[in-house]
């Protein structure tokens, strides 16, 4: 089995940072591409920012010169700094994983419990 595990997230004032960061664990062969979703009250979960394995990154605009995704390919983790909050980022973070299971075929999603960020105005 797979799991992914978050840490990081919490309340801060606008303008503030937070750190995520995700581990994931298991009968892992290879992963291929990692993100962070958000979800907030009355909306669908929406793409944050996506890193591949060869480090090529994707963010969604509103996010765009605030927040950094990195991994390290070693430890399958996944990270997201976030700068500049703003109210509206307030949701719920998921971790995302693409990957491969040892001893299956074919890639499978796997998603973290998500973790509440809350940005105050």
């Known amino acids: 089995q797979v799991q992914l595990v978050e840490v990081g997230g919490g309340l801060v004032q606008a303008g503030g940072s937070l750190r995520l960061s995700c581990a994931a664990s298991?009968?892992?062969?290879?992963?291929?591409?990692m993100g962070w979703y958000r979800q907030a009250p009355g909306k669908q979960r929406e793409l944050v920012a996506t890193?591949?394995?060869?480090?090529?990154?994707n963010y969604v605009d509103s996010v765009k010169g605030r927040f950094t995704i990195s991994r390290d390919n070693t430890k399958n983790t996944v990270d997201l700094q976030m700068n500049s909050l703003k109210p509206e980022d307030t949701a719920v973070y998921y971790c995302?994983?693409?990957?491969?299971?040892?001893?299956?075929?074919?890639?499978?999603?796997?998603w973290g419990q998500g973790t509440q960020v809350t940005v105050s105005s």
């Open positions: 890193i591949i394995s060869d480090g090529n990154t």
């Open positions: 298991g009968s892992i062969f290879s992963v291929n591409r």
């Open positions: 995302h994983a693409l990957l491969v299971v040892s001893g299956m075929p074919g890639q499978r999603q796997y």
